[in-house]
């Protein structure tokens, strides 16, 4: 079974600086994706950021952009120039290409950003 | 485009009782997923329906958790009787195919039981 792990419970920068959250998964499986999704508080999960494991380059959407290292089963997410609005739980999460497809998601990363 | 509606927002009962959660998808996607997401933990996969056929229901609590999707549209997660340890947000998410094909799940607001 694929496994996600979030190993920072927690994070906390100043705006305007840049900060790396880290997540690794466990998967047998050679074809996958990786996503970063973002619950901000009381709000609805969004999709930050996908990158498809048979691709090497690395995933960027404008702040934010991924570190995958396929051999490592590491996949960073990097928010530069942090915003008062990046404060949120933020979640790694894996879905397979084979059988029911499952998105399976980390424990989370609570990330507050201050003034 | 209107996104995933889910009913109602919040919701208390008392332990043993039974509560219904609706889910409206995105118009157009055939899957359909429930996710329970306990206080201060990821969200956790209880069922994935495509179209109105279950995809997977391996860590759906059968004895207490039912759902169902008949017209392949809207869902209804059901608990009955409810234990304290169901107290969480249940997520309802849609996708236009399998995830691992399309890339992304869109959620809705969630909808958050205490149980007492």
């Known amino acids: 079974a694929q496994t996600v792990t979030q190993s920072q419970p927690e994070m906390s920068v100043q705006e305007a600086e840049t900060v790396t959250l880290s997540c690794t998964y466990d998967?047998?499986?050679?074809?996958?994706?990786l996503f970063w999704y973002k619950q901000p508080p009381s709000r609805q999960m969004i999709l930050v950021i996908r990158?498809?494991?048979?691709?090497?380059q690395n995933a960027t959407e404008n702040r934010f952009s991924v570190n995958f290292q396929k051999a490592a089963k590491s996949f960073s997410l990097k928010i530069s120039d942090s915003q008062l609005g990046d404060t949120a739980m933020y979640f790694c999460a894996f879905v397979g290409s084979q059988g029911a497809q499952k998105l399976v998601f980390g424990q989370g990363t609570r990330l507050t950003i201050n003034p | 485009e209107a996104g995933v509606a889910q009913s109602p927002r919040y919701k208390i009962i008392e332990k043993r009782q039974s509560v219904a959660f609706w889910c409206n998808p995105i118009?157009?996607?055939?899957?359909l997923y429930w996710y329970q997401q306990i206080l201060g933990q990821g969200p956790k996969l209880l069922i994935q329906?495509?179209?109105?056929?279950?995809?997977?229901d391996s860590q759906l609590p059968k004895d207490r958790f039912s759902a169902e999707r008949l017209k392949g549209v809207d869902s209804t997660l059901k608990i009955q009787p409810a234990k304290l340890e169901d107290s969480a947000v249940y997520l309802c998410?849609?996708?236009?195919?399998?995830?691992?094909?399309?890339?992304?799940?869109?959620f809705g607001e969630g909808s958050r039981l205490t149980v007492l």
């Open positions: 998967t047998s499986e050679n074809n996958y994706y």
């Open positions: 998410a849609s996708s236009s195919g399998l995830a691992g094909i399309t890339g992304e799940l869109f």
């Open positions: 990158q498809e494991a048979y691709k090497q």
């Open positions: 329906f495509q179209n109105n056929g279950v995809v997977d």
């Open positions: 118009s157009g996607h055939a899957t």
